[in-house]
């Protein structure tokens, strides 16, 4: 097929229609709109006016904006943490905050930025993306989804109790065992990182079965897996990850609740148990999170860098198989963060070569990217700034990867600042940077007003140098001694100018990213309209207005490539057809309330799905989650009892309403 | 980008013979193990430089260059194939033979070594002599040029010993015991630290490990056994000292070798005034930061075990007197 | 205004083709998938712990009893035949026989719960007393409780069935109930197998 460079006039036309705005495309033909259908598609799906609406809408966009603003909030708490331990560091002794209080600072900020930033703000792109990307108009469950939104919420604010209980929690995010059992943390403060991390883990859960079941059965027609936006491809392979990783973790603090809570003895050497049983598990999820966060970022950025340089993707399916490479082998690589434990040799061998080998796919997306850009003519806009910032400090952090990877080596800098750097570098530079090019790049679609460029490029460079400035050195302060989570340091070992360094670096990055905070509210109000498809892009969500009206699409495209929107020729939108034969596909279905239901593997239309109406039903449940989880933090039975009886109710009304349409 | 990277790496260079001789700098070894890693580090570190000089050339040209049909005459394939699996192969490999060598290396066990066990608590390191059964805290002697073998053991949560001159580190897991192994080139003293999070105090958990030139290193041993006599108080405030801690609670946690002070609770205090720092690396040891120690314990190293004491003045100076006789 | 359709896509009347599974159906697999993963987690705790142990049950714990346990084991994973039977029935349209099905399975079912539910609380150990009986005692009651959750939805999909809200043409929730209940059966077997089987027989 031929690519056609979209910024040139001649914007594809229907079929057999005359458009008068080319950019309406997916929305509403003249000729629709003149039967005044507009109005009672808008009455079909808007939700609820204030607040009723607003705890009952089951519309992914209000959802998925829902999710990036509470992640955001989370963010910028984070980040004030982090703030206050560079100020604590700065200086031998700076006596800013004692043991205790640092000890918290830093618990709460990995616990944070992992469970209730990174994971639900990729989340939150999914859950607006998917369903514009694939050309329908919400995800498989859109109830689940709203469940799914609440429980992060709920979770979330869970953990932040805890500052209000005085006793957030203190034992490092990844929480290692005896540490945190009873005895040595006798107060409540574990409970609340144990039950939160429960907790949230069922929105991440019942969140990715949503983005696997919509992926298979709701594609446009036309769209075979072939055709699929990487975007889509990242989000697949992230939630079969999710399904497959979750539960250990859900395990691991489950456990350690059980021997807190009821005094079982799953870590308790004295009594047949294992500490480094808790390490496995956590790990066995942790690291293929580190993926889970890794791949829809690299989506992204599969999704930024082509448009930006005009260009299609070269090497569309190695950057498949690399995505699902690096699906599969991150769960065989769990162990290199026990290198230092006694493992036997052979083992610890088996873990550094897996370790290795997951770093040729990241190789081969590299190669993508470089040939896109070699075949390609770049445009520098604010996405584009922060996907080459990706580039550059995902390139570091991957060879540092590789060099943590190399087990001997690994004994000296694990758990050293040279481990903090090299993953600040990862987590940091290649999750965050995509998802602030992602602000600026799919912001315009979500609020109909493009971001500041100037104000866009300050904050970059101000991210960009802030975050090497800052991180750099701690890859030296590792290699020169520094173990991680310690509140001060010695004066007499020359630590300090390099904690002060990486100190100021710190806040210039803090102050970049209140830049894109500013930039964001300003221009929801102030920004120029941003139009259909301000960048010219290739993907289905540049086919319909900015915003989105609440039906997404009032007919549903037909694809029959990988750009849509890049193709010569006609761009394909499905008509009434009096046969009946391809329901779902036109505006009646639409003021229906309907999207249609495609088979996994051709994409071929065969029923349609009603979406459903607005209800109160997954807050209630959520709602019961939240109770019953309170009931076991502060040990009241009755009250978990209550909670899951609430939430069975939910439960319970939601399937009875659920229909038995299918075979 | 690109100077600043080589600023950077002559800084490195530059830094590292600058840090302070008793800090613990992994890239200033003294010990063949941390010399094997030191080595592995600067082949990784020019391979990883030169890896991301190509790579961000390539992201450079191909961002700012003028627009291209494919690269080089290359296909799409072609080109990801090589870039992107097969160079990353070879250099993989590289990199995966330098791992099991180094880690062969490392992993050597000695014949005849010096053998010594250290026990993680919250927030000391207990330090017992296996040849004489001498027992110390936060401070361990080894003689020079010879195998040091020391079981890494934990009473309570996990700890990680690491003494970056030397070795790698090894984890101190409860009911797991571990076994690392370092030989140390010269006499003097460097750093060992706690690398794994252990609670309040984890910061403040340095060990000593000071190299003795074998012959010292005999003489030192043969006047710290287990049955030492005590040494005796010199002068009056010494003896009320002694006096002092035994009747109160000390004795009930510390022990002196040779006095019927036996408790395990805390640091053996047999050889305290010979240690360089108090409170596992909290304080230098000095009398007055000695006073300040056992009269406001827990301002010194909050979270401590160790509870204020509230003994008079007079008190604490007599076992000011007494403690730092001990040698 | 014209009805053809968008180009390279044929049209194809549903009655003539196959219907693939329906999103619900992948739903329920996505959800067996990550909760196998939770029995996955806590069997490997197991195996974890029994491979760091000199004896296992330790000395001075005595090893499980095979007897009633087999029988109830036996009543359990009959039960998935009439909820075999029961999904077989629906496609035919015999409510009688659905709604009869269902009943004798839940009858089952509750068999089984109702013994797990007794051998727990008269177990030679409380899940306190040792890393066997904390392991034994949670992923036997975990167990449980998805039996129990099973139950739950087996009175739901009856209420459907005496009501009429299912019937041969619609019945997603039976379809969904039964993997769930094949699933929970499939679980049993190797819980079954590494909790009794291989302690008594290795």
């Known amino acids: 097929m031929t690519v056609h460079d979209a910024a040139e006039p001649g914007f594809p036309r229907t079929i057999g229609r005359e458009i008068a705005d080319p950019a309406s495309i997916g929305v509403l033909s003249e000729e629709v709109a003149r039967r005044g259908v507009r109005r009672h598609l808008q009455e079909v799906w808007e939700d609820h006016p204030g607040l009723h609406g607003f705890f009952t809408t089951v519309d992914h966009k209000r959802l998925g904006m829902r999710y990036l603003y509470t992640a955001f909030a989370f963010f910028f708490l984070a980040g004030a943490q982090a703030l206050i331990m560079r100020t604590q560091l700065a200086q031998p002794d700076a006596g800013v905050v004692g043991p205790q209080l640092y000890n918290e600072l830093f618990t709460m900020h990995g616990t944070t930025m992992i469970f209730l930033f990174n994971t639900p703000v990729l989340a939150g792109f999914a859950n607006y993306l998917l369903p514009l990307q694939l050309g329908t108009r919400d995800l498989a469950f859109p109830r689940l989804n709203a469940f799914s939104y609440w429980v992060f919420l709920f979770a979330g604010s869970l953990m932040y109790l805890s500052y209000f209980a005085g006793r957030p929690p203190d034992g490092g995010w990844f929480a290692y065992v005896p540490l945190t059992l009873k005895p040595f943390s006798p107060t409540s403060a574990i409970d609340f990182w144990g039950l939160g991390v429960m907790f949230v883990g069922i929105s991440t859960t019942v969140g990715a079965i949503n983005f696997v079941v919509t992926i298979f059965k709701y594609r446009a027609p036309g769209m075979t897996l072939n055709r699929m936006p990487l975007f889509c491809w990242s989000v697949l392979t992230m939630a079969f990850m999710i399904l497959f990783s979750v539960p250990a973790v859900t395990v691991a603090s489950g456990l350690v609740e059980f021997d807190r809570i009821f005094g079982t003895a799953f870590f308790d050497p004295g009594r047949g148990g294992s500490a480094l049983l808790y390490q496995h598990l956590f790990w066995f999820w942790g690291h293929p999170e580190v993926y889970i966060l890794f791949l829809p970022a690299v989506g992204m950025m599969l999704t930024t860098i082509p448009v930006f340089s005009r260009q299609r993707l070269a090497g569309y399916t190695f950057a498949v198989a690399a995505l699902v490479a690096i699906g599969f082998i991150s769960f065989g690589v769990w162990a290199h963060h026990m290198f230092a434990t006694g493992m036997p040799s052979l083992a610890m061998g088996v873990f550094s070569a897996a370790s290795q080998v997951i770093a040729i796919p990241s190789g081969v997306l590299y190669f993508c990217w470089i040939a896109t850009l070699l075949q390609g003519k770049v445009r520098w806009t604010t996405p584009m700034l922060f996907s080459t910032g990706f580039l550059i400090i995902f390139l570091i952090g991957g060879l540092t990867g590789v060099m943590v990877s190399v087990m001997p080596f690994d004994l000296q800098v694990t758990d050293s600042y040279f481990v903090v750097a090299h993953f600040h570098y990862v987590l940091n530079g290649a999750v965050v940077f995509p998802i602030f090019a992602a602000i600026y790049y799919w912001g315009p679609k979500m609020t109909g007003r493009m971001l500041s460029e100037r104000l866009g490029r300050i904050s970059f460079w101000t991210m960009f140098v802030g975050f090497n400035v800052s991180f750099f050195p701690m890859h030296l302060l590792g290699l020169f001694g520094m173990p991680r989570r310690v509140f001060t340091y010695d004066r007499g070992w020359g630590w300090g100018t390099l904690n002060l360094v990486a100190t100021v670096g710190g806040f210039v990055f803090g102050l970049g990213t209140l830049l894109t905070l500013v930039n964001f509210l300003w221009s929801k109000r102030r920004g120029t309209t941003a139009g259909a498809n301000p960048w010219h892009a290739d993907t289905l969500e540049w086919a319909t207005t900015s915003p989105p009206p609440e039906y997404d699409f009032a007919e549903i495209p037909v694809v029959a490539g990988r750009h849509p929107l890049w193709e010569e020729g006609s761009f394909p939108v499905a008509a009434p057809d009096p046969s009946g034969a391809v329901a779902g596909l036109d505006v009646a279905a639409a003021e229906d309330r309907e999207m249609p239901v495609v088979d996994g593997i051709e994409s071929l239309p065969e029923d349609t799905m009603r979406i459903p109406e607005p209800t109160w039903v997954p807050l209630i449940a959520a709602g019961g989650l939240l109770v019953f989880f309170l009931g076991m933090l502060v040990r009241a039975s009755l009250v978990g009892v209550a909670g899951v009886a609430l939430a069975a109710v939910g439960v319970a009304v939601w399937t009875w309403r659920a229909r038995d349409d299918e075979r | ?327 | 205004m014209s009805t053809v359709v968008a180009t390279g896509v044929p049209p194809s009347p549903p009655a003539a083709r196959a219907r693939s599974r329906p999103a619900a159906w992948w739903g329920m697999v996505m959800l067996i998938v990550t909760e196998s993963m939770i029995f996955a987690a806590l069997i490997s705790s197991d195996v974890f712990i029994r491979a760091s142990s000199a004896h296992w049950p330790p000395s001075g714990t005595p090893e499980p009893e095979l007897g009633t346990i087999g029988v109830f084991s036996v009543v359990l994973l009959g039960s998935s035949v009439p909820v075999w039977w029961s999904e077989r029935a629906i496609r035919r349209g015999r409510m009688a026989q659905v709604r009869s099905a269902l009943g004798a399975a839940f009858l089952m079912g509750a068999g089984f719960l109702a013994y797990t539910i007794w051998e727990l609380s008269h177990s030679e150990g409380g899940w306190t007393d040792s890393a066997y009986f904390s392991v034994f005692h949670t992923i036997v009651g975990l167990h449980a409780i998805h039996v129990a959750l099973g139950l739950a939805m087996s009175v739901g999909v009856q209420a459907k069935a005496w009501s009429g809200r299912i019937d041969a043409e619609r019945h997603m929730t039976l379809r969904m109930f039964a993997m769930y209940w094949h699933f929970v059966d499939a679980i049993w077997v190797v819980v079954f197998t590494t909790l009794y089987l291989s302690v008594v027989w290795w």
Request: charged share 15%; hydrophobic share 45%.
């Open chain 2, 1 to 327: 980008m690109r100077t600043r990277f080589a600023a950077v790496v002559l800084g490195t260079l530059v830094l590292a013979g600058c840090a302070s001789r008793s800090s613990p700098n992994s890239l200033d070894p003294a010990g063949s193990q941390a010399r094997s890693i030191s080595g592995l580090w600067w082949v990784l570190l020019w391979t990883a430089t030169g890896v991301f000089v190509v790579v961000l050339t390539l992201i450079l040209w191909g961002a700012f260059g003028r627009r291209r049909g494919n690269p080089g005459g290359l296909g799409d394939h072609r080109f990801i194939t090589v870039g992107g699996i097969a160079v990353p192969f070879v250099i993989l490999a590289i990199v995966g033979v330098l791992t099991v060598t180094v880690a062969r290396d490392i992993s050597a066990r000695p014949e005849d070594p010096f053998r010594v066990e250290v026990i993680g608590h919250r927030w000391w390191w207990e330090v017992r002599y296996h040849d004489t059964g001498f027992v110390s805290a936060n401070e361990l002697r080894v003689p020079t040029g010879r195998p040091v073998s020391v079981t890494v053991r934990s009473v309570d949560v996990i700890h990680s010993l690491w003494i970056p001159q030397v070795a790698g580190k090894l984890d101190a897991i409860p009911g797991q015991p571990n076994h690392l192994t370092f030989e140390l080139d010269r006499p003097g003293r460097i750093t060992g630290l706690c690398a794994e999070y252990c609670g309040i105090q984890h910061t403040n958990m340095a060990i000593a490990v000071v190299g003795m030139e074998p012959d010292d290193f005999s003489k030192w041993m043969a006047e710290h056994s287990a049955r030492t006599s005590p040494v005796s108080p010199t002068s009056a405030a010494e003896a009320r000292g002694e006096a002092t801690f035994m009747q109160e609670a000390c004795s009930g946690c510390h022990s002196i070798a040779g006095t019927m002070a036996t408790g395990t609770v805390g640091p053996a205090l047999t050889d305290l005034a010979a240690r360089p720092l108090l409170g596992a690396g909290a304080i230098p040891n000095t009398p007055e930061n000695l006073r300040r120690w056992i009269a406001d314990t827990q301002g010194v190293k909050p979270g401590s075990l160790m509870p204020t004491l509230d003994l008079p003045p007079d008190e604490v100076d007599d076992l000011v007197a007494y403690l730092t006789g001990l040698r």
